[in-house]
């Protein structure tokens, strides 16, 4: 079992930035894959990044590239989303979640854990 703990989250305005954490417990944290989703009020969940095991590897969703970084440290069982340049279409509640596997999925149905989830709002 694997327990995820979102923190981060707030109100900000259009064009600032924000950096999300999620802390892992419960299996040690370099045997799975990371990704960070989110879901707008009346949407469906969607994929944003994720990042590999090691972390050598990364994905991100075309919405986000070159405005979103997702990276990790297994020293600190903790995978981030540093996001930039936000728009109010970015507003959500981002969810992270786990995967036992090397590789950063893109599908949710990949993901064994997930995070209760932390609330961005981006107002414009």
């Known amino acids: 079992q694997v327990q995820l703990v979102e923190s981060g989250g707030g109100l900000v305005q259009a064009g600032g930035s924000l950096r999300l954490s999620c802390a892992a417990s419960?299996?040690?944290?370099?045997?799975?894959?990371m990704g960070w989703f989110r879901q707008a009020p009346g949407k469906e969940r969607e994929f944003v990044a994720a990042?590999?095991?090691?972390?050598?590897?990364?994905s991100d969703a075309d919405s986000v590239k070159g405005r979103f970084t997702i990276s990790r440290d297994n020293a600190k069982n903790t995978v981030y989303l540093q996001m930039n340049s936000l728009k109010p279409e970015d507003t959500a509640v981002y969810y992270c979640?786990?995967?036992?596997?090397?590789?950063?999925?893109?599908?949710?149905?990949?993901?064994?854990?997930w995070g209760q989830g932390t609330q961005v709002t981006v107002s414009s």
């Open positions: 979640a786990a995967r036992l596997g090397s590789i950063a999925s893109p599908r949710i149905g990949a993901y064994d854990w």
């Open positions: 419960g299996r040690t944290f370099s045997t799975y894959a």
């Open positions: 990042i590999s095991r090691s972390g050598d590897t990364t």
